[in-house]
């Protein structure tokens, strides 16, 4: 059977692709955020995953607001990258791994997730940027993924509950797949912001340390939570904390818990509240 080593999450604000383009991982303003990467990159490259499945949203370059699934999962043997023209640079397709997607959309349908499958997906920098964050030596981060979109962008959102019970199934479809692979899950998106609106520029410190606390000890205490609440505590885009929440909800099977890898909270990068973490299975 396949392993399940741990998960990963970062933020994904666009800004950092421009400043790895530019090198500026040094500088005053990036070193807080890029200093909460090197210890996670040592564990990498201990635990050497080779698949990675990406819990992340689409920003409506994939999905548009007259096509809106709540979950969708990619089952291409190839990603292509095209962003919303923030000037970053794009990246070359990213290696899928359709038999894993395959397994997992099986095991998603078979427990009642009405999932979208997507034999075609463009990913967005939700997706690209957190991988080359944890892979930066590489030009495209030497790991198959299977990307799942999670609906954050047009109400309904689905609630916590049920994307902590997506995690789940998610995990067991993993721990299922009849593979010698080496499995990581990742989430992308967070902390607390918001973009637009009165309260543009919007971050709950209290919030996110209690939320990243939860990640390693209690991980269901979002799940009281409805997706207004969340927006009120995390901000309208903050909702994209529900990505850690099934990553972490993907480490539950077994019982046997997690240990906490490392993690970094820096404010603010662009108008956002930054969170890196990683968390390894316990045997
Ligand atoms: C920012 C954050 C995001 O999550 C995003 O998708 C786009 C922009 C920001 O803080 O600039
Ligand atoms: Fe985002």
């Known amino acids: 059977m396949a392993t399940l080593l741990g ?24 070193k807080p955020f890029f200093d909460g990467f090197p210890p996670i990159h040592r564990w990498l490259n201990q635990v050497r995953p080779e698949v990675v499945v990406v819990f992340y949203n689409d920003h409506g370059l994939n999905f548009f607001l007259d096509k809106m699934p709540t979950f969708a999962v990619g089952a291409a043997a190839e990603y292509h990258n095209a962003d919303e023209g923030w000037g970053i640079p794009t990246l070359p397709p990213l290696a899928g791994c359709p038999e894993l997607s395959w ?25 690209t940027l957190p991988l080359k964050l944890f892979w930066p030596e590489h030009e495209v981060a030497p790991v198959q993924i299977v990307p799942i979109d999670i609906n954050t962008v047009q109400f309904p959102l689905p609630t916590a509950r049920r994307v902590y019970k997506l995690g789940q199934a998610v995990g067991e479809a993993i721990q299922r797949w009849d593979s010698d692979k080496r499995v990581l899950v990742m989430a992308t998106g967070g902390l607390s912001h918001q973009l637009e609106g009165e309260r543009a520029g919007f971050i709950n410190k209290a919030f996110d340390q209690q939320f990243l606390e939860s990640m390693v000890s209690n991980p269901e205490w979002a799940t009281q939570f ?38 970094n909270y820096h404010i603010p990068i662009s108008n956002t509240a930054t969170g890196v973490m990683a968390l390894e299975c316990l045997a």
Not at 111 to 120: G, M, P, R, S
Not at 234 to 263: D, F, I, P
């Open 226 to 263: 409805s997706d207004l609440e969340l927006v009120e505590r995390a901000g309208t885009q903050g909702v994209e904390l529900l990505m850690w929440l099934a990553m972490r909800a993907a480490l539950t099977r077994g019982g046997a818990g997690v240990r906490k890898v490392h993690s």
């Open 103 to 127: 397994q997992i959309i099986r095991h998603l349908v078979a427990h009642e997730f009405d999932v979208v499958t997507c034999q075609e997906m463009l990913v967005d920098h939700a997706c």
């Open 7 to 30: 998960g990963l999450a970062t933020s994904h604000i666009p800004a950092i692709g421009n400043a790895l383009a530019k090198g500026w991982q040094q500088e005053p303003y990036w």
